[in-house]
């Protein structure tokens, strides 16, 4: 399994939220990124199950502080 | 069609609530309910004064449920306030919160847990000794009709408030709508026969996460059923958002048949469908779209993805609804779905059939046209309701373009401590209410605002408060923001554009600008902008009059950053 990455990340986002200019970095966080709504958050996680085949919950990624967590979160659970 | 029995007697033995938490349901039947009321109408007399007001904050569940009607039942007034959301900081929650309850000042406010207790608290320790905790109540049903019942049966004859809806401001409560006995009865009355029809059930079994601080979920979902004495399943709105799954497997659990949903719902679960786990949905009759401009692609779109899931082709049906009339204005007949075609620039007093407008039918023309809306018909006015158009202090003809005005039963005296000539209703009776739109054979559509208004998810977001809120941001240029809605193909709502130059002596980046403008927006508003564009200096485009003007920009925004060659 490949693990995932914050590059896997911002594909997804760009996806989701159709705007293929967003860029991401590990010290950013949802609130930094405009369209990523609690609908959007709902998809993307989504979309993160499938391309990580892990499963996570929503809220537990919402409790993140920034996008470098959530990459190491979801690399964790991959293991 | 005769009118509906008023909280009936045979409700009281069956089931009127199942609440969902986690996967988990707890059933009450309407003696445990009422009995409840009684306890908790009880518990709150020896604790306020007969005039109190109350404000009632938590999650939604039945004990919520119980207070607001307990409030009811003592004769006190009260009204629900949205709990905190976790999409904003702290900061500035507690800040637009202090502001609003400031307004509101309420009498006491009742947190149905205590860790809501400890935020209000937080909010404003000087509202500390208004706050009472609601305790857990150990439900002894009571033999015979519950005295709360009774009591609740007494007041719905009175013209005297019974409680309180507040509109959706933005940086504050704006506007509140007091709701007298007679005004939800008649409103009941009106409505509810149309929605069994629909339904073609006697008993409705309603599916709903809509937070209770709205009126799609406070009267569709809760009062007017709880009237009726038809059943409801719920979720808290917190766990439709992050398990949107869990609402279809209620309504299978439960056999539901009616659902009311804000458009960007039906949207959001077409977008969904490839990752729910099937369900079967074929017990809803009448799936409504209410709350902002209902769009026929949307329904058709819901209708689609889902048929193998067993939702009814024509299930998706129009309405217009607002606190001011209690609830509903119109709704659309199974039987007579359409649509409006509309060009993107309508003037307002221009008669429709002078535009290509045209009527789309599930059994005809389904397509609009190239650069048209396709507006979802919202149906046929209610009885008791009278709908006009009007341009300026012209009432326009049936099936020309205006602002929508109402007169009639359920209609609201004036907004709270507002006299009627401050709360936009005429000598003449009329509320006016600012949305534009168009009565054309029957059928109410509307699809415009006369302000400046941009819904966001059923949110109403004035683009005048987040532009001088973005005031604050450093990086920009004063006075240089301009922020408008752009109708969203894929959220089924509209989306938050901010567009604003930079200020050239600022040393922020224009990813930092971007941050901040997103933040702010998002923790002062509760929506997040879509799209936030910085641009170079005098990218945007005056009016004659001098003013920053929001359609030439927006029309500059589309033709730049979203045309297919951007």
Request: glycine share 6%; aromatic share 8%; hydrophobic share 45%.
């Amino acid at each position: 399994m490949k693990p995932f990455t914050i590059e896997d990340l911002q594909v997804i986002a760009r996806e989701i939220i159709n705007d293929r200019e967003i860029i991401l970095a590990p010290s950013m966080s949802a609130a930094d990124v405009p369209g990523w709504d609690s609908l959007n958050h709902t998809l993307i996680t989504v979309e993160i199950e499938a391309r990580a085949e892990v499963e996570v919950d929503p809220a537990q990624l919402a409790e993140l502080p920034n996008f470098g967590a959530l990459v190491k979160f979801v690399c964790a659970r991959q293991a | 069609m005769t009118s509906p029995a008023l909280l009936p007697a045979a409700a009281l033995d069956g089931t009127v609530l199942r609440h969902w938490n986690k996967g988990a349901r707890r059933d009450l039947t309407g003696r445990a309910f009422w009995s409840c009321v009684t306890q908790l109408a009880d518990w709150l007399e020896a604790r306020t004064p007969p005039d109190a007001f109350v404000l009632v904050i938590g999650h939604s569940r039945p004990e919520m449920m119980a207070m607001f009607l307990a409030i009811a039942a003592s004769g006190r007034l009260g009204a629900f306030f949205p709990p905190s959301s976790p999409i904003q900081d702290e900061q500035h929650y507690f800040e637009q919160q202090r502001h609003a309850l400031s307004a509101i000042n309420p009498t006491v406010i009742c947190a149905m847990e205590h860790a809501v207790a400890e935020t209000v608290r937080l909010i404003d320790p000087t509202l500390a000794e208004r706050v009472l905790e609601v305790p857990d109540v150990a439900i002894v049903p009571e033999i015979g009709e519950p005295r709360a019942l009774a009591a609740f049966r007494t007041r719905l004859a009175s013209n005297e408030p019974l409680f309180v809806q507040h509109s959706s401001g933005t940086t504050g409560i704006k506007k509140a709508v007091a709701i007298s006995g007679r005004m939800l009865t008649a409103q009941f009355a009106a409505y509810w026969p149309l929605v069994r029809a629909e339904a073609g059930e006697e008993r409705l079994r309603i599916a709903t996460w809509l937070p209770l601080y709205h009126d799609m979920g406070l009267i569709a979902s809760f009062l007017l059923p709880i009237l009726g004495g038809d059943c409801i399943s719920i979720v808290d709105p917190f766990e439709w958002i992050s398990d949107p799954g869990a609402f279809f497997r209620l309504v299978e659990a439960d056999d539901c048949n009616v659902c009311w949903m804000p458009n960007f719902a039906f949207r959001h679960f077409v977008r969904l469908q490839r990752t729910l786990k099937p369900v079967r949905l074929d017990s809803v009759r009448l799936w409504v779209d209410c709350s902002e401009p209902c769009r026929w692609l949307d329904a058709r779109a819901f209708e689609a993805a889902f048929v193998d899931w067993g939702v009814r082709p024509r299930s998706v049906l129009g309405c217009y609804a607002m606190a001011e009339t209690v609830f509903a204005v119109s709704q659309c007949p199974g039987d007579e779905r359409r649509a409006l075609s509309v060009p993107p620039i309508v003037p307002p007093g221009t008669p429709i059939i002078f535009t290509e407008a045209r009527v789309l039918h599930d059994d005809g023309e389904v397509t609009p046209l190239p650069g048209h809306k396709a507006v979802l018909s919202s149906g046929r006015v209610v009885p008791g309701l009278q709908v006009s158009t009007w341009h300026d202090e012209v009432c326009l003809p049936e099936g020309s373009y205006g602002e929508i005005g109402i007169t009639g039963d359920c209609l609201f005296p004036g907004y709270r401590g507002r006299d009627a000539a401050d709360s936009n209703i005429g000598s003449d009776g009329v509320f006016r209410t600012g949305d534009l739109g168009v009565v054309l054979d029957g059928h109410v559509y509307i699809f415009g605002r006369l302000k400046e208004i941009i819904i966001v998810n059923g949110k109403n977001i004035f683009a005048g408060d987040v532009e001088a809120a973005l005031g604050q941001v450093v990086g920009l240029r004063k006075g240089r923001i301009v922020v408008f809605g752009v109708e969203s193909d894929m959220t089924g709502s509209e989306e938050l554009i901010v567009v604003a130059e930079q200020d050239p002596a600022s040393s922020a980046s224009m990813t930092e600008t971007r941050s901040a403008v997103s933040r702010l927006v998002s923790e002062s508003f509760l929506v997040k902008p879509r799209d936030v564009r910085i641009v170079e200096d005098r990218w945007l485009i005056k009016s004659t009059s001098g003013k920053i003007s929001r359609d030439e920009n927006r029309r500059r925004y589309l033709d730049q950053f979203r045309s297919p060659q951007a």
